[in-house]
C-alpha cells in the first residue's frame, strides 16, 4: 500500500495532471481532493490531448477508480459537459465516483464571484469567474449545498430557495446590481431563477446520480484492501489560502494538509509527496510574481511553453525558475521528491537565469524566504544565477545520461537549491518523455490492490 499526494510547488499549472496520469497507471485509487474548475489539467497520451477541468487526470486507466472527494466544490451541469465530452472520445467515465460531501457550485457564486472582481477594479484578484471563492465561503459559513442534497430533489429545491433568497438581497442590496441598465441584469435574472436553476441542477443531479457514494467510506476500503491511492492537488502551494500571497490565493489548501481533508484520510497515511514544479515559472491571476519577464524573453517562453490556462485560455505570466519560491514550498509540503516538468521548453537558450533569494531594493535586505506582507514582496527583486543553456533539442532523451551535460548541470542546481531530490523530469507532454532519475522510485513496489472495493452509496 502507498498513499502519493501530488502536490504543486509554485502557483500551479505545474503539469500536475500530466504527471499524474503517468503515475495511474499504477495507482488504485486517484482522488482529486481540492478547488474546482476554476483550474484544469491538461493530459497528453495515447488517446489525445485533455482538457480536464473537475476529473482527475487517472480517468484514462481503465482499472483505476477516480473520486471527486470533498474537499472540491462542483459544478454539477459542468461536470456533466466534461463527462459529454470524454464520452464522445470514447470514455464511459464508469470508474468515477463523487463524494457526496462535496459541496455545489451555483449560479449566484459566479454571479457573486463577477461582481466581486468588478467592485474591487484596479485591485483585483484576477479570479477565473467560475464561483469557486463564493461557493467556499458559503461552505464555511455552513449555508452550503451539497450533492447528497442535489439528489434529493425536495431537499435540494427547498435549499435552493432559501439560498437564492439570499443572494438576492446580496447581489440588490449590497452590489446595488439588478436595476435598469445594469450590464448584467440578464445574467442576474438568470442566476437568481428558481425554476429555471432548479430544473438545470436536477437535471444534472440526476445524471451524476449513479456515481455519488460516501467518499469516505470508498477511500477507507482501498486504505483496509492495501491500495496504491494518488491524491492529485490543483493549483500551488504559493496559492494556497494560509500560504500563499493573501489575498491572491485560492479559497482551499493545495498542499498536503489540505489532501487528508479533502480526500477523508488521516493525514498519517501519506506515504510520499512529490511537489510539481515546472523548470521556470507561470502564474495566472494578479499579485506578485518576482521573476516574472515581461519582455520578448517572456512571451517566447509562454508560446514554446503553450502558457495558456487550461480552463481559461488567459495568457500565463511567464519568468525564470524562482528557488526561493519552490524552497519555500519544499519547507511546508514536506516533499519526498520534485517532478521537474517542461524542462524541453528551455532547449536552445544560451542562458539560463535561477533566482536564488530577493533584494529589498528599499533597505537592501536579502530575502531567503516569501515574506508574509505582499507589500513587502512586491517590491522585492529576484537575484539571479546565470546558468549555461544547451541549445539542443532533448524531446527525444528518454534516460537520464541521454540529456546534455548542461541539461543535467541545470536539474541538479535546482535540486540543490531546493533541498529535496528531483526524481521525475519530463522533456515533453507525452507520457514516454517522462525520464526517471537514477535510484528514483517510478511507483510503489508493493502489488496491486484487488478492484472489488465495495462503495456506499449517497
Not at 114 to 119: H, V
Request: proline share 5%; hydrophobic share 40%; aromatic share 6%.
Amino acid at each position: 500500500m502507498s498513499v502519493i499526494a501530488v502536490v504543486g510547488a509554485q502557483w500551479g499549472d505545474e503539469g500536475k495532471g500530466r504527471v499524474v496520469d503517468y503515475l495511474a497507471r499504477d495507482a488504485d485509487l486517484v482522488v482529486r481532493y481540492g478547488g474546482g474548475n476554476n483550474a484544469g489539467h491538461t493530459v497528453v497520451n495515447p488517446h489525445g490531448q485533455f482538457k480536464l477541468h473537475l476529473i482527475p487526470s487517472g480517468i484514462f486507466h481503465p482499472s483505476t477508480r477516480n473520486l471527486l472527494g470533498n474537499g472540491v466544490v462542483i459544478n454539477p451541469p459542468a461536470l456533466v459537459r466534461e463527462l459529454d465530452d470524454l464520452a464522445g472520445a470514447g470514455f464511459d467515465c464508469g470508474n468515477l465516483f463523487i463524494s457526496d460531501r462535496a459541496h455545489v457550485v451555483l449560479p449566484h457564486h459566479i454571479l457573486i464571484d463577477q461582481l466581486e472582481e468588478r467592485e474591487r477594479g484596479v485591485a483585483r484578484l484576477g479570479t477565473t469567474s467560475r464561483g469557486i471563492g463564493p461557493a467556499f465561503v458559503d461552505k464555511v459559513a455552513r449555508r452550503g449545498i451539497r450533492i447528497v442534497e442535489l439528489v434529493d430533489p425536495t431537499v435540494f429545491r427547498n435549499r435552493l430557495e432559501g439560498a437564492l433568497r439570499r443572494a438576492r438581497r446580496v447581489v440588490e442590496g449590497y452590489f446595488g446590481a439588478g436595476g435598469a441598465g445594469d450590464e448584467l441584469a440578464d445574467a442576474i435574472g438568470s442566476a437568481l431563477d428558481l425554476e429555471r436553476v432548479s430544473a438545470e441542477y436536477l437535471a444534472a443531479g440526476e445524471r451524476l446520480r449513479p456515481l455519488v457514494v460516501d467518499g469516505q467510506a470508498l477511500v477507507d476500503d482501498a486504505l483496509s484492501s492495501n491500495a496504491h491511492i494518488l491524491l492529485e492537488g490543483q493549483l500551488g502551494t504559493m496559492r494556497d489560502l494560509d500560504w500563499g500571497i493573501y489575498p491572491y490565493v485560492t479559497s482551499s489548501s493545495p498542499i498536503p494538509g489540505g489532501a487528508s481533508l479533502g480526500a477523508g484520510l488521516p493525514a498519517v497515511r501519506i506515504d510520499r509527496v512529490l511537489g510539481v514544479a515546472k523548470a521556470y515559472t507561470t502564474a495566472v491571476g494578479a499579485g506578485p510574481l518576482p521573476t516574472e519577464l515581461t519582455d520578448a524573453a517572456g512571451d517566447a517562453l509562454r508560446e514554446r511553453g503553450a502558457e495558456y490556462g487550461t480552463s481559461t485560455g488567459r495568457p500565463r505570466r511567464c519568468g525564470w525558475y524562482d528557488a526561493v519560491a519552490v524552497r519555500f514550498s519544499v519547507r511546508l509540503a514536506g516533499y519526498s521528491g520534485i517532478a521537474l516538468t517542461k524542462l524541453d521548453v528551455l532547449d536552445g537558450l544560451d542562458t539560463i537565469r535561477v533566482c536564488t533569494a530577493y533584494r529589498d531594493p528599499v533597505s537592501g535586505d536579502e530575502w531567503a524566504t516569501v515574506p508574509a506582507a505582499t507589500s513587502v514582496y512586491e517590491r522585492l527583486q529576484p537575484v539571479y544565477e546565470d546558468l549555461p543553456g544547451w541549445r539542443t533539442d532533448t524531446t527525444a532523451c528518454r534516460s537520464w545520461d541521454e540529456l546534455p551535460a548542461a541539461a543535467r548541470a541545470y536539474v541538479e542546481r535546482v535540486e540543490g537549491l531546493a533541498e529535496v531530490p528531483i526524481t521525475h523530469v519530463s522533456v515533453g507532454p507525452e507520457r514516454t518523455q517522462m525520464i526517471l532519475r537514477d535510484g528514483a522510485s517510478e511507483a510503489p513496489s508493493a502489488p496491486r490492490a484487488a478492484r472489488d472495493v465495495q462503495v456506499g452509496t449517497a
